[in-house]
């Protein structure tokens, strides 16, 4: 019937079912003694694919809109094209519970070949975009049809043992902040070639009739690669009969039994669960910041210094943000696993929240430099910013897998991204719409220019800082014998 390891104590002796997916990796995280790597790498492609296409239009979406013809003036096309870059979140907060309570049903995987699969298509597809209503439609599809967010995140804290679970969630934070950073380069190298490589792209071939179709197309590649390799994942979700299984569980501590009563992930019970949902809160507040961040930096330093910004071209920027993400793989696999060891999550993320605020403080008296120290500085502070942000993301990844039974993981991550993509889609209009007003208030007493817009991102950041202590933030203690 079952596969038993052999412990000296027999009522720790877990219990393996031979047909179960969710068993064989449970065991196999049993004996494993070395660092998961195979399953490390799966875990950073998957999230990396899923996030390029977010953040890849950045830097030829205002050209993208502006050859659209939609709008009168061109003071209007930033309007416009807040709304494509917000459709593709708009569509994922419709249905993230949905793929989660899919995910927690079906299993992990399905939902994961499936986002990755309509990455291949709907990039695509908006690759080729010829009018703004196609722009918006399969951007919209391409979020609504992705559920693959909350349900990876599940995926990690399940394919990965105990010792081992913070590095693998950091993989999920750090593919993303690479992801984002990454992204918007490889949108500005690749976007429009027959005008930046006219002697390999000539006008009149494919990339010049679609000029926005090459990154996307080297994305959707990339994508089709990832979910072929994707086939060979193992399912974490557990099939199997409570009957045959439940003497043995009455006696194994943290085995959970498979009722009817704890089948229960409706969306009241996952909503009464107060760790769970004060962890999410947090985790929102943050991403609103971050979403805002990332629209403001890139905006700031692409604007004159008469107004207090850099005037970086859409190269400079790119090159900053690679290397910001360079920086980030290497800390958050090497570094942010030891400090999750020696401080908890939730310490990290109240630490890199205060650390955060000094550095963002000082964004507007780096444009008082020039050369060496100005590269030198941005840089510098740009990675620390991006390690801080993350650092805070992984710690709520892993406090709101802890706060849940594995059967419910799907459907919490999925409320989770719900509660996120609403916050994503409003964090680049209201970071632009701030910048933009920040921008006119040169000559104010108070806090003139860019310092108003960096003072309000520290205010959000000191919000989240202050909500990760009681009595709003309560912690669920950890099961006897959970891995």
């Excluded at 780096?366 to 120290?373: H, K, N, Q, R």
């Amino acid at each position: 019937m079952g596969i038993n390891d052999k412990v000296d104590d027999p009522l720790l002796k877990p219990v393996y079912h031979e047909n179960c997916p969710g068993c064989k990796v449970d065991r196999q995280k049993r004996i494993q003694t070395g660092l998961p790597i195979k399953e490390l790498v799966f875990i950073w492609i998957i999230v990396l694919c899923v996030t390029l296409p977010i953040s890849s239009l950045f830097p030829f979406l205002y050209f993208m809109v502006r050859d659209f013809n939609i709008a009168e003036k061109e003071e209007d096309i930033s309007y416009y094209a807040g709304f494509v870059g917000s459709s593709y979140m708009i569509g994922r907060a419709l249905t993230s519970v949905f793929w989660g309570v899919v995910a927690d049903r079906y299993g992990r995987k399905p939902v994961i070949l499936l986002g990755t699969s309509v990455v291949v298509i709907f990039n695509t597809l908006f690759g080729f975009s010829v009018n703004y209503r196609m722009a918006i439609i399969t951007r919209f599809l391409l979020g609504l049809l992705n559920g693959l967010f909350g349900p990876i995140k599940a995926y990690a804290s399940e394919l990965f043992p105990e010792r081992h679970q913070a590095l693998g969630l950091s993989s999920i934070s750090t593919s993303w902040g690479i992801g984002l950073t990454v992204g918007p380069a490889l949108g500005g190298f690749l976007a429009q070639p027959a005008e930046k490589f006219p002697s390999l792209v000539s006008s009149d071939s494919l990339f010049g009739r679609f000029p926005y179709l090459l990154p996307c197309l080297c994305i959707s590649i990339f994508a089709l690669v990832v979910t072929i390799a994707a086939f060979w994942l193992p399912e974490t979700l557990h099939f199997h009969k409570t009957d045959q299984l439940e003497s043995a569980s009455d006696h194994v501590p943290g085995f959970e039994k498979k009722t009817d009563e704890n089948k229960d992930s409706t969306l009241i019970s996952l909503l009464k669960n107060w760790p769970l949902m004060s962890s999410i809160i947090v985790y929102c507040v943050f991403s609103l910041h971050d979403m805002a961040y990332t629209e403001i930096f890139s905006l700031w330093a692409e604007t004159p210094k008469s107004l207090g910004g850099l005037n970086f071209s859409t190269d400079d920027v790119g090159t900053v943000l690679s290397i910001t993400g360079v920086g980030l793989l290497l800390f958050q696999t090497s570094l942010y696993p030891f400090a999750d060891r020696m401080f908890g999550p939730i310490v990290v993320a109240r630490i890199s929240g205060v650390l955060s605020i000094p550095i963002l403080t000082a964004y507007p008296y780096i444009a008082f430099l020039s050369g060496f120290m100005l590269i030198f500085t941005l840089n510098f502070a740009s990675i620390v910013k991006n390690v801080l942000s993350e650092s805070i993301i992984t710690g709520t990844f892993i406090l709101q897998n802890n706060a849940v039974e594995q059967h419910q993981r799907g459907a919490a991550n999925g409320i989770s991204m719900t509660l996120q993509s609403i916050c994503k889609a409003i964090g680049p209009a209201f970071g632009g719409t701030l910048l933009s007003w920040s921008l006119k208030r040169q000559n104010t007493t108070f806090l003139p220019g860019v310092h108003m817009i960096f003072f309000i991102l520290n205010v959000i950041e000191g919000l989240g800082v202050l909500l990760t202590f009681k009595p709003f933030f309560i912690k669920r203690p950890l099961p006897v014998g959970s891995t």
